[in-house]
């Protein structure tokens, strides 16, 4: 007879999953017209992608990938250290730091693996590391393999930052924060934060993943939408940006002082032990950081979707209990509270062919469970439109039903 192994307990561990319905399940998607996606063989208006300023399927970045791959192959062969950094990929790191007036930049593959990179090769055992609350995974995850010490501040809590960064006699301190919050749409107090990190001598490590390209002048992102650019560049920051989001391509940079990006190409283990993102990519990337600096209507027409988006549903969910959240960003989350009824109204608008998901704990608090509406420029004002009627049905629904409930 074999002996019991662990292994055999996985089918009853992954069922153990359905109840709660937290079993994770991919859609097949391609992409349709505009912001429309063929999700699993059905065409549906998506409000759920990251591409903000609807670069993702450009021409002109489809072009500029193809020339990459035609110049370079579609392989880079090798880690940046070693034989992977391509000319393309140089010259990608230039404009970069150029476009968000920093000193240097470093291109890496993913954001998820600049993060957890980075963290762990500024700071180490006998260290800190402060954090929001509400941080994207990877700055969690990047903060843990450091062995730092990690002290979590309540979200954009500054005086309880102050107090944790008073008490702390780490030699290193570093501050970590997403810029733009991920699933609020948020922005962080950067210049509070970097006042704080001045006065107790810590660096901020900011994560632009939902500004770059969206927010300040031209798409330069949240660092230079609060003010900090190019000479008022703080030593203290180490701005760090996804660019598969706005950007509309892959791969994410960090930016910052010279002797600080000199310190990360030393010291990132992601980045030293893995291959180099291919060139194809960088060529997209140059092709999108054009569109991003000399297409301001991108950015105009996104602000006019999400003024639109919200005037429409404070007028129809007034009464329904359902509310936006206070965010500025493409980002609007709609706050539902209990996690079934935001499930509810996520398979009523898949019905009514519009694709929103319902983002529940653990991602977010206990009791927030809310639909993630992403708005992006490849939008029109009538799809935003189609949004705000099936939701005001759908909120009117929700309320009669309650009302059932309560006085059946
Ligand atoms: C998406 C995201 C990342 C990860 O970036 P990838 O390039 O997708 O790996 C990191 N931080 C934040 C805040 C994000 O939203």
Redesign the pocket.
Known sequence: MTPPSWLDAFPARLAELDPGHLRRQRHVVTPGSGARLNVDGQAMLAFCS?DYLGLATHPALVQAACDGARAYGVGSGGSPLVSGHSAANASLEQALATFVGLERALY?Y??????IGIIPALVGAGDAVFSDAL?????IDGARLSRARIHRYAHADLAALDSQLSQSSAPRKLVIT?A???MDGDSADIAGLLALCERHDALLLL????GFGVLGPQGRGSLAAAGFHAVQASRRVLY?A????AAGV???FVAGPGVLVEWLLQKTRSYIFATAAPALLATALRASLQLIEHENWRRIHLEVLIARLRSGLSAGLQGSGWQLSDSKTAIQPLLIGRNDVALAAMEGLRQRGIWVPAIRPPTVPEGTARLRIALSAAHTEGDVDLLIDALTALARASCRHRADELFS
């Open positions: 990251n890496f993913a954001g998820y693996a600049a993060n941080n994207h995974a990877c700055l997403d733009v919050f991920s994560d632009d993943a939902h760090m996804t660019l598969g989001k892959a791969g994410a």
